[in-house]
């Protein structure tokens, strides 16, 4: 049996600790994705989705519990461990693109790549691959602002596997976009994740959606249940 890409196990979160407005948003929330799974998480706004992905992808810390990406513990990891393990392991994708408005789609995906340092030859036979994938390689030379907004998120979607992530994680990626651009965006992930074999969890409202993935979880009351 794989070695599961992503394990969380008893992860308690509360903010303004002992203050009158003190907020205990997660409470024991465990959960374990193998390679090549697509996770729904479900929620309503507040429950602690947003906050459970950020510890999942090591953007923050849990005050209990552990954090494993790829059998390795990162719960103890100092800021450079974490850092490098997050460019290196995770890619992120949230409702909003967040592409640099003054590079085009072919740079906003080779970008992070250099950053690890890859050639810049190699970079962008990768990111026209993965734009070409996803349907948007036409579209490459053209800067986010002459981009639709399924465009722009299937560029946000390249550039979170520009640089062969295990695990990705996405925070309502399609919630901005009409029903029919939010199908093809679903798909070209969907498509990505078969391709590659990484591990997605996908937090979202869109019932509808989280069908259409291979296993729903939600949050109750701080833990992670089966939907």
Known sequence: MSEPTLRLSGIAKTYNAGRENEVQVLRGASLTLPPGEVTALVAPSGAGKSTLLHIAGL??????????????????????????????????????????????????????????????????????????????????????????????????????????????????????????????????LMALVRETGLAALIATHNLELAARMDRRLRLDDGRVVPA
Do not use: W
């Open 59 to 188: 953007l923050d810390v849990p005050d209990a519990g552990r954090v494993e990406i790829g059998g390795q513990d990162m719960t103890g990891a100092g800021d450079r461990a974490r850092t490098r393990t997050r460019r290196r392991e995770v890619g992120f994708v949230y409702q909003f693109h967040h592409l640099l408005p003054e590079f085009s789609a072919l740079e906003n995906v080779v970008l992070p790549q250099l950053a690890e340092g890859m050639a810049k030859p190699e970079a962008e036979a990768r990111a026209r691959r993965l734009l070409d994938s996803v349907g948007v390689a036409d579209r490459a030379d053209h800067r986010p602002a002459a981009l639709s907004g399924g465009e722009q998120q299937r560029v946000a979607f390249c550039r979170a596997l520009a640089n062969a992530p295990r695990l990705l994680l996405a925070d309502e990626p399609t919630g901005n976009l009409d029903p029919a651009t939010s199908d093809r965006v679903f798909g070209a």
